[in-house]
C-alpha cells in the first residue's frame, strides 16, 4: 500500500504541487515553517477523520487563495481524492476515481498511521484525544470502524439534543435512537477492545530493546455488548435528561498506556519515555496491519529523528526498511537522515517549494 503520486490544490502555503513519490522511505528536510508538516497533514487528509492536525477545514485553505483546497493521491489504478469548495468551506468531500464517497470510507482504501510532535501531550491532556488516537488505530486494521464511530456521533447528537428540550421527549422515539447508539455503540466498543488485545499481544512478541514496550488498558465501563449498552442508557436516562446529555457509552472511554519494564503509567514517565512509548504503539501496530490485511499501512512520521540518538535513528531506518512499504518522514537537517538507507527518497523544502536534495547528489 504506496502512494505514488501526490497533487496538492491551495493547500496551506502551497498553491500547487505534484510529488511523484516511491515505496521505501520519503525523507523531507527543511527550515521549520518551509512546508513540511503540511504535506503530511494532507497525505492524512486521504484517510477518515480530521487530519494529523485536526485543523478546522477552512483554516487549511491557501491564506489569500479562493477558499478551496483539493488533495488527490494515487495508490495503484486508485486515485482518491479530497477537499472543500469555497461554498462550502466546512464540508469535505471525497471521491474515489472520481466517484463521490463517503469520507469516511476512504479507508478502504488507504491505511495509513502517523505520528507527530503535538502527540507529546496525549497521555497528560483529556481522554477525548487518547480515543482519537486510539480509533485511528482501529480504523487503520478495520475500515468499517470510522462508518460506526460516525453514525454513533450522529445518532449521540439527536438524542442529546431531544434530552436538552424543555418539554419531555416522546419515549418512544428516545427508544430508537438507544437501540442506534446501543447498535453502533456495542461495535465500537468490541472494536477497540479487540485491537488493543491484538496489539498488546504483537507488542509482547516484538522486539521492544530499541524503543519502550508499551501495554494498552480500557476503561469502557464495562460497557462492550448490545444488551449492555441498552440496559445502562435505559437505566441512565433520567440522568442524562438532568444533564441534557449522553453520559454513559463509548465516548466517553479512556485509555491508559503503560510502560510494561517499570510497570508505570505513561503519564508518569519523562518526556522521552513518552515518545518511545508511542512510537512502540505506532510500529507494532503496523505490523499488526501487514500482517492482517496484507499490506502495511502507509507511516507519516513527523519530527520523529530530531528525538533519537545516532544509534537509536539508525536502527529506526533500519527497522523500517526491513518492514517494507511506504514512511513519510520530515526533519530540519538532512544531517538527521544521514543513516537511511541509499536507497530512501531525499526532498528539501524551502518556501513551499520541494526539490531532490542536493547534498544527497553531493554524497552519492
Known sequence: MTISRLTLQNFRNYAELRLDVSPGLIIFSGENGAGKTNILEAVSLLAPGRGLRRAPLRDIALAGGGGDFAVAGTIGE???????????????????????????????????????????RLFLEGAAGRRNFLDRLVTALEPGHARNTARYEAVRRERNRLLAEEFSPDPEWLDALDRQLAEFGSAIAEARSRNATALNARIGTADD??????????????????????????????????????????????????????????????????????LSIV????????????????????EVAAHLDPGRRAILFERLTDRGGQVWLTGTEPELFSDAPAGAQRL????????PDESEDRRS
Open 78 to 120: 486508485t486515485r482518491l481524492g479530497t477537499g472543500i469548495s469555497a461554498e462550502h468551506p466546512d464540508r469535505r468531500k471525497s471521491r474515489v476515481n472520481g466517484a463521490p464517497v463517503p469520507t469516511n470510507e476512504l479507508g478502504e482504501w488507504l491505511s495509513l498511521l502517523w505520528l507527530t510532535p503535538a502527540m507529546d
Open 209 to 278: 530493546s530499541l524503543f519502550a514496550a508499551a501495554e494498552l488498558i480500557l476503561d469502557d465501563g464495562g460497557l462492550q455488548t448490545e444488551e449492555q449498552l441498552r440496559a445502562a442508557l435505559a437505566a441512565g436516562r433520567q440522568a442524562d435528561r438532568a444533564a441534557g446529555r449522553t453520559l454513559l457509552g463509548p465516548h466517553r472511554t479512556d485509555m491508559t498506556v503503560f510502560h510494561k519494564a517499570k510497570n508505570q503509567a505513561a503519564a508518569l514517565c519523562s518526556t522521552g519515555e513518552q515518545k518511545a512509548l508511542l
Open 283 to 302: 510500529l507494532a501496530h503496523a505490523d499488526l496491519i501487514g500482517e492482517q490485511r496484507g499490506m502495511r499501512p502507509v507511516l507519516l512520521l513527523d
Open 348 to 355: 528539501t523544502v524551502h518556501n513551499a517549494t520541494v526539490s
